[in-house]
């Protein structure tokens, strides 16, 4: 394994996730060096679990975070404001796999959607053509299904109820993708075997993850240092204002400096702005390239809500590719349905052990327990909208509680918005309507989980002023750090988050390549 | 028994038979299920108790709040019928000691592949080659949707209305939460029979 020395100046990228691990994939294998640093530990395929709490023991973020606002998740889980991965790999160990892209006007939210009052929206400054060549590349390295020659997959039982009723309703735009897990073998990687278990962390390979894909090629490069259980706590800057090293803390607690050339930070949202406050200086008092005070904010997490609905007859949805059936005549902007934006519908299953976590948090009794008792004959699906951005929905740093290494742990505030409810329940009465056209005997309405999509706390801008990066990702304030995460969307979009990430990533490493290729980095 | 009558300090009682017997009530009459093993509720209770002795704070709530079923005003826990000691979880539904046996239990019962068998969940499945040759696609009373995506006469629209007709409810009833659906079958044929959408292929094949 190759191992650089702390004071070698390398590209440090922080997280290891479908942002950091794409990004340290592009740069490796066009040979530049790369120190990737990730907080939790380097799980091996063998190792994943078929089990839901022993998998999410294994792999999630379970370090303490806070949360407070309107959303119920501060009521259901005050200390679990989102699902995500502390892992090699991030959190594409523990995607499903859904992959559409941005729509064209989602870029131009302001523009599309007007002054819609207490969100924040702005313009992307990016486009969807600029982004087209980067969404190809990105597809063809996750193997996404009904895109590029790759198959589709095959109707599971979960997506037989969803696809049925959605032709029932009138819906015309569903199918078993995009996806990105294999059909059939590619890309070096196996068919799926529809083990059922997207959500733990797939031990055949079949779904793509950087964990199997983007780390072991960066790897065999030879230009990739990757140390794991080592977490970044600060970014250092020099007289000039440029990052110059990141400081982190091993497994041991020990503190280490590793310098840097170049520093990108891909911690996924939450994490990403935690560690910008966490590295105030006296040139940034207000966090690191927090000048114009948006870092934390605009925080977004998608409208979402599921519905379980019970039949008859048996369904066994959790057999097979959870996520592999998507809905898309929702997703537009349609303001006559009474809010701006739109959703999908995406077909979900959990098991009795996370279905009884979720489905009602705080609720017991026969209600209850009707919903397991239904549950082989039950099937499930997701709502995914895009929520609005406010100012105040957002991330700080929490003055009390603090994690295992002594620091402030991230605080998130949510209230949703008029717009994000109002979706939210027509999103609920659809699914309803599309059940109820293939004779489910009940449905129940649960609410968010711990936001599994977590966005916008860096986000793009073309004005300094308006927001914390520009169009490739790059700090306003600090000309060589950059953000590589879902924390630079401007605005959510429809869309599952992941492929878009990537494709930012992919279009950020060949901006900088260029910009070291001309000395301007 | 009471553990103000003898010495026991409440760990001592969280160890009791008496604990446990009660605390086995409690989980059951709040988590009612005809088809679940006893051993379920008995597991569940004795990681409760392990839980519970772990931490002061814990064993004092869990403790008295067991102890106190023993001297309700209607009697006893353990006599009360099935619709009173629902009534008094409910009232006590805010105390640390409800919490505590609602969110463990959540954690535990649902955790037992004994109650995952009879709830009709098959689990693990890597070890055995997934689903892919043991039903994961094996619903049978729906006809074979399409799996690719739309290819007909429509564009996909991304701003404005539909050219399509799809059910809607523009007024939407306030809460639909757990229904139980008391339409006859025949009813449901009509709903889905109300259908504004073109019939797919093999739409008729439906057994409902
Ligand atoms: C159950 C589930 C299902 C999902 N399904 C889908 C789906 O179908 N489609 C979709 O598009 N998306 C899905 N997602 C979301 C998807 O996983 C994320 O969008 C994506 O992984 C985010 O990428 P990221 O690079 O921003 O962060 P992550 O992938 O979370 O990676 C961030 C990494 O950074 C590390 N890190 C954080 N802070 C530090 C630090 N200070 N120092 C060192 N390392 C640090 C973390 O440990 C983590 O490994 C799902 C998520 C979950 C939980």
Redesign the interface.
Known sequence: MTAFDHDDEVVVIVGSGAGGGTLAHELTTRGIRVVLIEAGAHIRLEEH?????EAFGQLAWTDARTTSGSWRIARDFPNLPAWVVKAVGGTTTHWAGATPRF???EFRARS?YGDIDGATLLDWPLTLAELAPYYDRAEIAMGVS?RHARK??????N???F??GA???????????PYAANAEPYDGRPA??????NFQGD??GAKWSTLVREIPRAEATGNLDLRPDCQVVQITHDARGRADAVIYVDADDNLHRQRARVVAVAGNSIETSRLLLLSASSRFPDGLANSSGHVGRHYMRHTTGSVYAQF?????A???ETMAGVI??EA???P?RGFASGYYLETLSL???F???FA?P?S??????????G??NTAGLWIVGEDMPQANNRVTLNGTVTDGHGLPVAHVHVDDHPNDTAMR?HG???A??LY??????????TPPYPSTHNLGTSRMSVKPEDGVTNAFGRTHDVPNLFVSDGSVFTTGGAANPTLTIVALAMRQAEHIVDLFSRHEL | MTSHATTEAPRRFLESERAHVLLVRVIRIAFPHDTLPDSAYERTADSLLDLAVRTNRMTLAVANGLDSLGSLPAGDFLGLTVEEAFEHLRAIERTEFFSFVRGNTVLTLYNLPEVWEVLGYEGASVEKGGYLTRGFDDLDWLPEPRVEEYSGEFSRVEIGALPYAVTTDPTPEPDRRTLPDRRTAADRRTAADRRRAPKRPGADEVTL
Do not use: C, K, M
């Open positions: 679990v078929n089990d839901e709490w729509l064209e006007h599309t009904h589709a997959l095959p109707a599971n039982n997506y037989r109820v696809a049925n032709a029932r309703v009138g819906y015309n735009f569903y199918a078993t993708g799926t075997i529809q083990d059922g278990f031990r055949s008859e007859h048996p369904v066994h959790y057999r097979g898309a005549d537009r902007h349609d006559s098991g009795p052990a279905l009884a976590a009602e705080g017991w009794g026969p209600d209850f327990t009707a919903l397991l008792d549950y082989a329940e609920y009465r659809q309803e309507l109820d056209a293939v004779g489910s005997v009940s449905a129940h309405r």
